[in-house]
């Protein structure tokens, strides 16, 4: 890695890993292939591979740019930011203080371990939540599967077929780990509660847990309580248990304000969220539409989906027919139903992605299940295995361009914060959010777009007050988000020319990664 050069180009990062990258991971591979075809138990050294796994895939762009990826998560952290400033939380001003689980895990570990850093945070987040996202997995397909060499494919699948970029650091992340301890515990919970000790201990964790997923990430706590409820109705979780989890779900909400937040978030979610030509199209539609780069992106990352979903498919059907189905793969069958109901109550671009992650469990767990079916479905894994890993790097990391924070837009961030103040509005993406919510929350980021039939620049969602001065912004994201979602070569020159030569418009900062204009309408 240290020998190849970062070179974003079409297709995201895939163009800059060099061939010492491809051969690290084919031997890596190849190593997990020979334990696996002569059924080595090896623990340690499976566990390492997995280990290793997880640190050449989701290392690599903190290796490779240095810098943190998807700006939306310089956003999240300006909620830890005021905590760590404040110390205490303020849900009026900040909507995801709401649900504060985020913002109260980062601050206090940037507390404790004094960390001076949040571009660190951020740049490590991903790896960190997938090392630790190991265990929880590990203990739910040990206890579902009776194949060690089983656990550990299901282990290579989950973290291959994990191309969906929502472990950055975000509410969501955290959310996506604390359901993976969840489903760990739901399934402790049927193996071995039988004693009176075990099942109340595993009882006190789920709803300490649970408490957790509540307090972070709305639409997880949702998954992890209909989870709860398709395994109450097959009889695998104890009437107790559930109404656990339900109590404890109203009474953290209203606890931590969201129940307020809920009251603005109703209407619209009762307009939009049961609308199935909405749904397919944010999340369908306005995926292929755009530069070609963008739509075969698109395009390999649903292949991909169909791909470990119909691995885990074969994995279902051929323990059928094999007659070698357990008990326990109908709870795992009950885990995936349970994630998949989360589908009626969900709306938004990033639906499908959330209903994949939540299920990824269970479809790894059946798709690690084929090597014990055969020598057929052992040659099918394999062949998936190999095949997997070039399309996870290039479904991954294959919009790099729009994900990349250059070190320019680092800089543009000092000069935004130094020399803005309380009150502009700021049309740009993310950069500009990560410091001192309290000054900037009231900022209103200008929704520019271009209007092809006038060659102008259209506005909405400025609200701000007459004579309070305003900016007009590109940075890397919009610009390489424009040339994405545009057909149009040139779009992006088109509307800074625009702004050059506007009078309206004054460039105060320019940098190869970001222009700022004073726009002075009045």
């Not at 929880?136 to 089983?150: E, H, W």
């Not at 990033?350 to 479809?363: S, V």
């Not at 779009?491 to 020319?497: A, D, K, N, S």
Request: proline share 3%; aromatic share 14%.
């Amino acid at each position: 890695m240290q020998t190849a050069h970062l070179n974003l180009g079409d297709y995201g990062l895939i163009t800059s890993l060099n061939v010492a990258y491809w051969f690290s991971l084919g031997s890596l591979l190849a190593s997990f292939i020979v334990l696996l075809v002569f059924k080595r138990e090896t623990s340690w050294l499976l566990a390492a591979q997995v280990v290793f796994l997880v640190v050449v895939l989701y290392l690599t762009p903190f290796i490779m740019e240095g810098t943190p990826r998807l700006t939306t998560g310089f956003t999240h952290y300006s909620d830890a930011d005021y905590v760590i400033n404040h110390g205490h939380l303020d849900a009026e001003l900040l909507v995801y203080h709401n649900w504060p689980g985020y913002s109260l895990i980062v601050s206090e570990s940037a507390i404790v371990t004094n960390m001076t850093s949040p571009l660190l945070m951020m740049d490590l987040f991903p790896f960190l939540v997938k090392l630790i996202g190991l265990l929880p997995l590990y203990v739910l397909l040990r206890q579902v599967t009776q194949s060690k060499m089983a656990v550990f494919a299901g282990l290579w699948i989950y973290n291959l077929g994990f191309w969906v970029n929502q472990d950055y650091a975000s509410p969501q992340a955290i959310g996506l780990y604390l359901l993976l301890v969840a489903c760990a515990l739901f399934v402790l919970l049927d193996t071995r509660g039988n004693q009176t000790a075990n099942r109340r201990g595993y009882t006190v964790m789920l709803v300490l847990v649970f408490a957790a997923v509540v307090l972070t990430h709305a639409l997880t706590s949702m998954a992890v309580l209909l989870i709860a409820v398709v395994l109450f109705l097959m009889k695998r979780l104890p009437a107790i248990q559930l109404g656990l989890l339900l109590s404890m779900i109203f009474l953290a909400w209203s606890l931590y304000g969201a129940a307020t937040e809920f009251k603005s978030m109703l209407p619209v979610f009762w307009a939009e969220a049961f609308r199935l030509d909405q749904i397919f199209s944010l999340n369908l539609t306005e995926g292929f539409i755009g530069a070609g780069t963008r739509k075969a992106v698109s395009w390999g990352r649903v292949i991909f989906t169909l791909a470990v979903g119909l691995l885990a498919l074969y994995g279902f059907i051929a323990t059928l027919v094999r007659k070698k189905w357990q008990k326990s793969d109908m709870l795992t069958l009950g885990l995936a139903i349970g994630a998949i109901a989360v589908l009626p109550i969900s709306y938004g671009y990033e639906l499908f992605h959330r209903l994949y992650i939540f299920g990824l469990a269970p479809l790894a767990q059946f798709g690690g299940k084929l090597d014990a079916l055969g020598k057929t479905a052992l040659g099918v894994t394999l062949v998936a295995l190999v095949v997997f890993i070039p399309v996870h790097v290039f479904t991954r990391y294959g919009s790099e361009q729009a994900a990349h924070t250059t070190f320019e837009a680092l800089a543009f961030q000092e000069f935004y914060f130094s020399e803005t103040k309380n009150g502009h509005v700021i049309g740009g993406g993310n950069y500009m959010t990560y410091k001192n919510p309290e000054l900037y929350s009231q900022t209103i980021h200008l929704e520019f777009r271009w209007n092809p039939n006038t060659q102008s620049i259209t506005w909405g969602g400025v609200k701000a007050p007459v004579g309070t001065a305003r900016y007009l912004c590109f940075t890397g994201f919009e610009i390489t988000t424009y040339a994405r979602f545009s057909d149009t070569p040139d779009l992006v020159g088109q509307m800074t020319r625009y702004a050059d030569t506007h009078q309206q418009y004054n460039l105060v900062y320019l940098n190869p990664s970001a222009r700022l204009y004073n726009y002075m309408p009045y």
